[in-house]
């Protein structure tokens, strides 16, 4: 007899298994309605988008994102608060399944759970940073624009794709048809909120997000918080970038000296001081085979715990910063362990505008 389920009972599976792992985020779902109160960071994001509704600052403590992000707030909060919270977390989570592909895998994720329960931001992040990654119907470049809207989380996406874009320039010198959807698509999501607010760039940079040991995701700035190194200290930024660098290098020659578009962002996890343990989700995009999936959820098993037992010690949210390493070692390990024209697998899914595509892999 087979072994093999038939497609019929592995849809089934899928779905039944959907609907389990779905429970504790339905039953929270329904908890906040009924109590009619929203996360902390959603009840936040409402205040400000109240503000702009009654043509005041929404810039001020706690309030770090540009402008068109903000108007999403103020739309949101416009609405009745049940429709405007399940919008905000049903379809955040909506979200992050289709890029999975519907698989239960992603509700195993500790991170999502903890984005959900607080109500975080990080949709337009990951939107982007998978249209980029797939070339989504031919317009990675703007899908790459929607990651602005959090721009810690744009930094490494789109830092990588403009050394990507110059190098094919100079070796084509075209300009690569990306870079200019970017702009584009920059300039239509951003320009508008001029005519609201002229001036929000200098509102919004005034109040920089400090450092928060308790949120922190990259491991080696969060070691350092923990030892007592202080971020107004130069001995932190000298050590931080420092040991940025070397592994950088490190995973460049690791990886059969080819820095791939996933091993850079899952770098970023490492080392940034401005991603948080709910931005992980942002690596969702990045987790296309059963072995990155099961090291990232079995990795993240320590923050199931914290989340239900452990949520007010700050210490223990250290656990999520493991998760990155885990990944980017099992990606290295990936790379090592496939042929040298398969290490390149990101090209066809990011598009013609990549390092390895424009001729710069290691000889």
């Keep these: 007899m ?119 931001a990080g ?22 624009a929607l990651t602005l809207l959090k721009p ?17 320039m100079m070796r084509t010198r075209v300009v690569p048809k990306g870079f200019l959807q970017m702009v584009g698509a920059t300039a239509l999501i951003f320009l508008p909120a001029f005519a609201l607010m002229p001036d929000w760039p200098i509102h919004w940079l005034k109040y920089p997000r400090p450092f928060f040991e308790r949120a922190l995701s ?6 350092l918080l923990a030892v ?8 932190f930024w ?7 660098l070397i592994l950088l290098i490190l995973t460049w020659y690791l990886a059969k000296r080819c820095l791939t578009l996933d091993l850079a962002v899952t770098w970023g996890f490492v080392v940034s001081p401005l991603v948080h343990d709910y931005d992980l989700v942002q690596l969702v995009p990045l987790l296309d085979s059963r072995r990155l999936q099961f090291a990232a959820v079995l990795s993240s098993i320590p923050g199931w715990v914290v989340i239900f037992a452990m949520y007010g010690n700050d210490s223990a949210w ?33 598009g013609p505008h990549s390092l390895e595509a424009t001729g710069d892999v290691a000889q």
């Design 238 to 244: 000298a050590i931080l970038i420092t040991a940025a």
């Design 152 to 168: 810690q989380l744009a930094l490494v996406p789109v830092g990588y794709a403009l050394v990507t874009w110059f190098k094919s």
């Design 318 to 350: 250290y656990v999520f910063s493991l998760i990155a390493p885990v990944v980017l070692t099992v990606m290295i390990w990936s790379q090592r362990h496939i042929p040298r024209t398969l290490a390149v697998k990101h090209v066809e899914a990011a």
């Design 123 to 144: 949709v337009f992040a990951v939107l982007g940073l998978w249209g980029y990654r797939k070339n989504a119907y031919g317009f990675g470049g703007a899908w790459l």
């Design 218 to 223: 990259a491991v080696i700035p969060r070691t």
């Design 2 to 120: 087979s072994q093999q389920f038939s497609p019929a009972r592995l849809t089934r599976s899928k779905a039944l298994s959907l609907c389990l792992l779905l429970t504790p985020y339905f039953l929270y779902m329904v908890f906040i309605i009924r109590s009619d109160t929203g996360p902390i960071d959603y009840e936040t994001f409402m205040v400000i988008g109240q503000k702009i509704l009654a043509g005041e600052n929404p810039y001020g403590p706690n309030s770090y994102y540009p402008l068109p992000f903000v108007t999403v707030f103020a739309l949101l909060s416009a609405l009745p608060r049940a429709v405007s919270m399940a919008i905000w977390l049903i379809g955040q989570l909506l979200v992050f399944l289709a890029i999975a592909g519907w698989e239960p895998w992603v509700l195993l994720f500790s991170p999502v759970f903890a984005h959900f329960v607080g109500g975080q």
């Design 228 to 235: 007592g190194i202080s971020p107004n200290s130069p001995a």
